[in-house]
């Protein structure tokens, strides 16, 4: 008999992936397990022809192994119980499967397939209350119908009412935790009292299904103690969320496996359709990608975003070992793809709705994308749509002339009518039309289009954010005194372009980006000169504002006016780098030069003046004393201008610290920090929640602390700070607890050391 075997080969991506219907037929002689692991997607003990179901050939052959002594080493899934042996008792779990009847049930599941590690799981079967962790597993269920056996569900759904509107509908599945890629400590109480729930109605959980190793947190262990099983599945990677589907499906029963089995070949047989379409693109005609993720993190070598690129067709050159995902730090980390590939693939879940391409090529996150000369060849796709739709997206954007966006849009359609027609309830007209009431892809056109067909002012290259900018600016100078006050940041303003504003009056503070900051501030220079020395019409004479800047120039001028009116006017501009400074204040009767010092200290402070070195000796090391990695010293390096207290041993390749910066160059990481530090307030930090610290002593600062959970259960304190021109880092870690009392204290402690 031939075999059947349905092979999906991205020539492409230089890997073939079987994934299709594998079938080996009995003269196949696999001869050994992982041989008929690895070809078949429904790896059931009791499938004995690698197929994707389990029924009366199986059977059939299993009496055929009894009656003719076959060995076993040659059909080892024909032993269901796995008890080493073929026997009645392995038909009898045949016969139940097909039927539905209750037995055991053994199988492997998708624990690593990347590195071929095989886990073998029994369960009850038919497979029923389970539990699911991360959106993916959960929109897996709902795919195939089976939510009605989610007994509850550890995902963060309140942004995505309407991909998960069966699921929080259904009135059988509850969500027992919202963390979004592991297990926490509220989610492990909510799955331990969602089991009390189930045992008084005289259930239990029937399995915890979760993505990989990392999705279980810190509680592997307490899971496998209470006895509830643990099923890993590849929900979110191209091709093994197909199988994994068919695996789940079939493990609730027959009339689950019926579905699971529709849509998987309904998958398979578009992706399949996908690869032979693109697999006649020459190697060099392959699209070269990266992807991203969370707006501005780049996807690793094994991680779900990177197979969905290869899936499609394309070839990574990320180049980044490990299967998650790295934050962009510096600009270095994108440039250092400049002309070495053709398109950045930004994966983001917005759910299944509308957007406007502003809310995605706007968001403050991209200003390191921006910085690569492949920024207008990012293409963003919505990760809510179904895992195959993913892919015929993207091939859509590597491959338009082979795959189109309407073949995409067509296959998304057919998918949502056929597998998730509960969307047309979230519809005011009833009918989901994927082309308008949802976002698919967004290209850099698509943000063009929306902005009226021109392409608006290019982004900037540049570390400094302009808004961070004009917040330390509202942060460091008070303006209670000043004409207009109260002051704060327009509206309109972001990473490009702020202005502080006044509730009335012309006063104001630009900070812009410009390619030639120098010219624009060359120009103004030339205006301001020309006024210094003159006549206000008012009264008084412009005088050139003396102060000294940590930009890398600046002019200004100012007038305190002698009429009966009298009032105190100035103008100041400067640079530094690409950023663009300009202000107009005026404040009654007049200003003063400590006034006007204060004001350019704040848009851009000077380097400090004292010893970097002798304040880090000042600081009383005993307060470290209990921290993890004691003893913590001066470094030898330390000088005037940059001193670092730092840990005795670099453990782990981990370095604790606190550094001095007497260097005005350090505002641009102190305003960049400081923001990603107030964000994360709040929010989870490894297993814990975020607090705030704050900048107690210092003239500016911010900082969190938060407990790593899922790491072992340690302390961390992130702080940094601004005080009489010197910039501080604080970054250290702890077995005592970090409070609110002892965080301040050290703060404080390092605050007392400047000056």
Known sequence: MKSNVTVIAIVLAAIVVIAGAAVFFLNNNSGSEDDLLEKTALPVYGNVNGDTTVDKEDVAFIQKMIDESIPLNDYPFADANRDGKVTSEDISIVQKMISGQETKVWFVDQYDLVAGKYRYVEIDYPLRD????????????????????????????DEYPNEFYKVIHNGISKQVGTTARYIGASDWVGIKNLDVELQEK????????????????????????????????????????????????????????????????????????????????SDKDKKRFISLCMICYIAQNESQYTNLGIQAGGKSMVGIPGNSSERL?????????????DCMVNCTTKDCVSITPDVLWEDTGVRYMAKSTHYKDMVWINMSMPVPCRVMYVASVFYPDIVTKADADSYLQNTVDKYMPYLHNTVSDGYFDVKTDMFTLITYQDYLD????????????????????????????????????????????????????????????????????????????????????????????????????????????????????????????GYIK????EIHLAKKPSLSESDLKAIVDALWGTDGTFSAVESAKKFNLSLLGALDYPPYTVTADSNAMKAEI???????????????????????????????????????YMGGIATAVEKGNFEDGFGFYGQAVRQGGFWMLQFVGYKDGCFVKIYLRGNPEFNDQNTAELVNAVAATIG
Do not use: W
């Not at 730090?329 to 590939?341: F, G, L, P, S």
């Not at 041993?649 to 990603?676: C, G, Q, R």
């Open 130 to 157: 389970i539990v699911t962790q991360n959106a993916d597993m959960l929109l897996l269920t709902m795919l195939i119908d089976a939510d009605d056996q989610v007994a509850g569900y550890v995902a963060n759904l």
């Open 202 to 281: 005289g259930r239990q959980i029937g399995a915890i299904v979760v993505h990989s190793k990392a999705s279980l947190g810190d509680y592997e262990d307490d899971i496998l103690a209470a006895g509830f099983p643990l099923i890993f599945l590849r929900c979110t990677d191209p091709v093994y969320s197909i199988d994994a589907a068919l695996l789940l499906g079939f493990l609730m029963g027959p009339e689950h496996a019926a579905k699971a089995a529709t849509y998987t070949n309904d998958c398979k047989s578009t992706i399949d359709e996908v690869s032979k379409l693109v697999e006649k693109v």
């Open 329 to 341: 730090q510096d600009v270095e980390a994108i440039t250092k793809y400049n002309n070495k590939i």
């Open 450 to 573: 929306y902005k009226g067909g021109d392409d608006p002012e290019e982004k900037v290259t540049s570390e400094i954010n302009a808004k961070l900018v004009a917040q330390h600016f509202i942060d460091n100078m008070d303006l209670s005194g000043y004409q207009g006050a109260p002051y704060s940041i327009g509206e309109k303003s972001n990473d490009q372009e702020a202005q502080v504003l006044p509730t009335s009056g012309k006063y104001y503070l630009t900070v812009k980006l410009y390619k030639d900051a120098k010219a624009k501030f060359e120009a103004t220079k030339a205006d301001y000169e020309s006024k210094i020395g003159t006549s206000s019409k008012m009264g008084g004479t412009y005088v050139a504002i003396d102060v000294d800047t940590g930009l890398t120039d600046g002019i200004g001028y100012y007038v305190n006016t002698t009429n009966d009116d009298s009032i105190g006017s100035m103008y100041y501009a």
């Open 578 to 581: 690409e950023c663009y400074i």
């Open 646 to 684: 730092s840990c005795a041993t670099n453990a782990a390749n981990k370095h604790y610290y606190i550094t001095y910066d007497n260097s005005s160059d350090a505002l641009v990481e102190f305003l960049n920090l400081k923001d990603k530090y107030v964000q994360k307030i709040g929010t989870d």
